[in-house]
């Protein structure tokens, strides 16, 4: 196991972590606390929003840096959830109402001559658990449903919503010995 970081996730096994290639995110739950607020408009349009942590965004930011292949998976579909992946530039975003995970995540790696042991897969419930049973990097957040918790190799200390993608990209990342580049490198851009 590499080292965690002293106020850092807890850590990987730098051989799984470096063996990732393409990383799915589930989006309730682990992208978000798992709430749904619903509404309507004057007009009668229902709304529903869901709420994002910012920090996630930066960390699915420096996984594509890395040039990991990204994509949002979710059993749900959400326009909150195509607006969120838009804004950070993640391009492959699938919603299957019916949470059939296993077919979208293998046509991405099929496109991309992924195997299922280069990828890694955070998520937080049951709909994740059979996709999480094939790939390499099984991952959950600190609420995680039991079943998931037995089969992940890596939990993170944060909850869903509250920074979980984040901790876990950087978990990531440092077992990869990136972390620290990609910050120094997102500090450069940054620098006047
Ligand atoms: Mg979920």
New binding site residues.
């Given amino acids: 196991m590499s080292a965690a970081a002293p106020c850092g996730p807890p850590a990987l096994a730098g051989a799984t972590a470096r063996r990732v290639r393409m990383v799915v995110l589930?989006?309730?739950?682990?992208m978000t606390d798992?709430g749904v607020y619903m509404g309507a408009t004057a007009n009668g349009e229902s709304v529903e929003l869901k709420r994002f942590d910012v920090r996630d965004g930066l960390g699915i930011r420096l996984m594509a840096k890395a040039g990991l292949h990204l994509a949002i998976v979710s059993?749900r579909v959400s326009e909150s959830t195509r607006l969120r992946a838009a804004e950070l530039g993640v391009d492959e975003v699938h919603q299957d109402g019916g949470a059939r995970k296993i077919p979208v995540i293998a046509r991405l790696m099929e496109a991309r001559g992924v195997r299922w042991e280069e990828v890694a897969l955070l998520?937080?419930?049951l709909?994740?658990l059979p996709a999480l049973r094939r790939v390499g990097l099984p991952a959950t957040v600190a609420n995680g449903a039991p079943e998931v918790c037995e089969v992940a190799l890596w939990q993170g200390k944060r909850v869903g919503g509250g920074g979980a993608v984040r901790e876990f990209a950087e978990a990531l990342l440092r077992a990869r010995n990136e972390w620290t580049r990609l910050v120094d490198e997102y500090c450069r851009e940054r620098d006047g």
């Fill in positions: 589930d989006v309730d739950g682990v798992g059993g998520g937080d419930d709909a994740d």
